[in-house]
């Protein structure tokens, strides 16, 4: 799964079956299940694809994406999901940040009968 913020540049780097000159991207909500497709700027580095796009994702949302050959060729490359989120930090992404307060109001001690 990629974690990838909600606005700016997104960044998918993958593994892909074959190697594609201008794939394309078909990203589904899974909250809506509405498709759209995204042609991204392909490079490589390594054994990797990088496919770097702007993608409308919204905050707290998974998504499901396709890499297909082209718009011309369907056949599936990659296949894999996405979570939107606003964190800054991604590499330490909390999914309760700022939803859970601790509870001080009591003592929390143990009584023995």
Do not use: H
């Not at 939107?84 to 930090?89: L, P």
Request: without cysteine.
């Amino acid at each position: 799964m990629n974690i990838l913020p909600t606005t700016g540049s997104q960044v998918l780097k993958i593994v892909p079956r074959k190697d594609a000159s201008n794939p394309v991207i078909k990203l589904t909500n899974k909250d809506t299940n509405k498709t759209v497709t995204v042609t991204p700027t392909k490079t490589d580095d390594g054994q990797y694809m990088v496919l770097t796009g702007t993608f409308t994702l919204t905050e707290d949302t998974l998504y499901r994406y396709v890499v297909e050959l082209s718009s011309s060729n369907t056949e599936e490359i990659y296949r894999g999901l996405i979570f939107a989120t606003d964190q800054s930090n991604l590499e330490k992404y909390f999914v309760s940040n700022n939803l859970y307060t601790e509870e001080d109001s009591y003592d929390n001690e143990f009584v023995f009968i």
